[in-house]
């Protein structure tokens, strides 16, 4: 009886769960498709990332560790065209998130692929977890997924890629005792990537739910998992639930996601063909705003050009309030070289300090700033032929200060500038003849004295410089000179 009720339960599973997602074997080429996993220090995130590096995907595996058993093999998959970035990542904290898509260069070269992997398990039954145990399992768990998800939303939705989160065979339970907080945060989990799924859909992105189950020994399911995860970021057609554990109760669940999942995709125009792309929003779509569409702007159209918009407006701000610091006065100052320096002092601050030089720059990210200062330079050079724009941007600290190394790989990699260490203590003068040395270099040589005497003291410990060089013509020229007298005053005049 049991056998025919698993041959039964089969053919349910096949003809309602695998007939609307049938395309198993056609896979996405890695291409070199940026994906990001969290929790690679062991388990599965390690063997989806080892798995993932061998399809051709260029993995950035978030370790909370980098000292990790996972970190150290990970770091030494460098074979094949794209080796694995192994980044430390704790998904608990804002400032970590922020600094591995900066080292990870995701803002720069974008990102395909998301698996919220990260997660913490205490067993115990719920009267004797302390409040800190049930807080960690939550703050990893649930708030982790949120958070990385959505710092990364932005370049999935553009990308139009996948975001895979991991739940557990328990969350579908009717009761686990002993794991109540775990089930709680896991089940959070799968109702967020429900409504997130929605919410990708009408462009063309998608979110999945991998279930995987226990026995691991005995069902191989580290292996299977990592099969699973590697479908629902390869495969042309997504399933919305994976449960990677054995016997019936696992397919019946697989057949009751599937159902939801065709009803709920229906008023979406979801059919399954040609895969992501072929989504359809039309403007009878129920998930269209009144706004429009949110995808990212194209260039060309309106908002493209946002950053240059950014950075000309607190340029505005920042001369109209050196102004009213000093209204008698002549103003001289550069706006594009504080906006670079305040970037690179963003690295190395906190996040009450980062939170308001990004408000005060005007919401311009850290690790965009200096690329966009870039692309303004090389505008500038190219539309104006007839002008010369030299930047030099270095961050001088005093060699009695420690620095992390993640600091200085920051600055290098972010910002494209190393770190100049400098003994102001003993000889201010001769750290000021230094640095006038590189910005005269920095420059051609057009600006020797960007330091003068007294600007540097033995007290100095770290001067941020930014020293720009502009030599252009006017449009309108002036008139040519003449001859004529000139007036001193009322009375005296001079030729």
């Known amino acids: 009886m049991r056998r025919i009720l698993a041959l039964l339960t089969r053919l349910v599973s096949f003809f309602f769960g695998w007939l609307p997602v049938y395309g198993r074997r056609e896979r996405l080429?890695?291409?070199?498709?940026?994906?990001?996993?969290?929790g690679c220090d062991s388990g599965i995130g390690l063997r989806l990332a080892q798995r993932l590096h061998e399809a051709g995907y260029r993995v950035l595996a978030g370790c909370l560790s980098t000292d990790s058993d996972g970190a150290r093999q990970l770091s030494k998959l460098r074979d094949g065209e794209?080796?694995?970035?192994?980044?430390?990542?704790?998904?608990?904290?804002?400032?970590?998130?922020?600094?591995?898509?900066?080292?990870?260069?995701?803002?720069?070269?974008?990102?395909?692929?998301?698996?919220?992997?990260?997660?913490v398990c205490v067993l115990g039954e719920f009267e004797w977890m302390t409040p800190e145990q049930v807080e960690r399992t939550m703050a990893v768990n649930l708030l982790g997924t949120l958070r990385l998800t959505k710092s990364c939303l932005p370049f999935i939705r553009r990308s139009k890629g996948r975001v895979v989160s991991l739940s557990t065979v328990v969350a579908a339970a009717p009761a686990m005792p002993c794991m109540s907080t775990y089930c709680v945060s896991k089940t959070a989990v799968e109702s967020f990537s429900r409504c997130l799924r929605l919410?990708?859909?009408?462009?063309?992105?998608?979110?999945?739910?991998?279930?995987?189950?226990?026995?691991?020994?005995?069902?191989?399911?580290?292996?299977?998992?990592?099969?699973?995860n590697k479908h629902a970021l390869g495969s042309r057609r997504p399933r919305a639930l994976y449960?990677?554990?054995?016997?019936?109760?696992?397919?019946?669940?697989?057949?009751?996601?599937?159902?939801?999942?065709?009803?709920?995709?229906?008023?979406?125009?979801?059919?399954?063909?040609?895969g992501p792309e072929a989504m359809t929003t039309g403007s009878a779509s129920p998930l269209r705003t009144p706004l429009g569409s949110a995808s990212p702007a194209t260039p060309g159209t309106p908002g493209?050009?946002?950053?240059?918009?950014?950075?000309?407006?607190?340029?505005?701000?920042?001369?109209?309030?050196?102004?009213?610091?000093?209204?008698?006065?002549?103003?001289?100052?550069?706006?594009?070289?504080?906006?670079?320096?305040l970037g690179m002092a963003i690295v190395g601050s906190g996040d009450a300090t980062t939170a308001q030089v990004v408000h005060a720059v005007g919401a311009i990210d850290s690790n965009n700033l200096y690329r966009t200062c870039?692309?303004?330079?090389?505008?500038?050079?190219?539309?104006?032929?007839?002008?010369?724009?030299?930047?030099?941007?270095?961050?001088?600290?005093?060699?009695?200060?420690?620095?992390?190394?993640?600091?200085?790989?920051?600055?290098?990699?972010?910002?494209?500038?190393?770190l100049g260490r400098i003994n102001f203590k003993d000889n201010p003068q001769a750290a000021a003849q230094e640095i006038n040395a590189w910005a005269a270099k920095a420059t051609d040589g057009n600006l020797t004295h960007l330091l003068r005497d007294g600007d540097v003291s033995e007290r100095t410990r770290i001067l941020m410089v930014s020293a720009i060089y502009f030599r252009g013509i006017f449009s309108e020229p002036f008139c040519g000179p003449v001859k004529a007298p000139f007036h001193i005053n009322a009375k005296e005049t001079v030729r």
């Open 82 to 119: 794209y080796p694995v970035r192994v980044l430390q990542l704790d998904v608990t904290s804002d400032r970590s998130v922020h600094r591995a898509l900066i080292l990870g260069q995701v803002h720069d070269e974008g990102l395909w692929g998301l698996v919220n992997n990260a997660g």
């Open 243 to 274: 449960v990677s554990d054995s016997g019936l109760w696992p397919l019946f669940l697989r057949t009751l996601s599937v159902l939801p999942t065709a009803f709920s995709d229906a008023p979406l125009g979801h059919r399954h063909r040609g």
């Open 374 to 418: 870039e692309k303004i330079l090389s505008m500038l050079n190219s539309s104006m032929p007839n002008t010369k724009v030299s930047l030099g941007s270095r961050l001088f600290v005093s060699e009695d200060i420690p620095l992390l190394p993640e600091f200085k790989e920051t600055l290098a990699e972010t910002f494209s500038v190393d």
């Open 304 to 341: 493209s050009g946002r950053p240059f918009c950014t950075l000309t407006n607190f340029g505005l701000k920042l001369v109209a309030h050196a102004l009213n610091e000093a209204p008698d006065s002549n103003v001289c100052l550069s706006p594009f070289g504080v906006a670079v320096a």
């Open 199 to 228: 919410e990708l859909a009408r462009h063309g992105a998608h979110a999945s739910v991998v279930r995987p189950g226990d026995l691991a020994k005995h069902t191989g399911i580290m292996k299977r998992q990592a099969d699973d």
């Open 29 to 38: 080429a890695g291409d070199g498709k940026r994906v990001l996993v969290s």
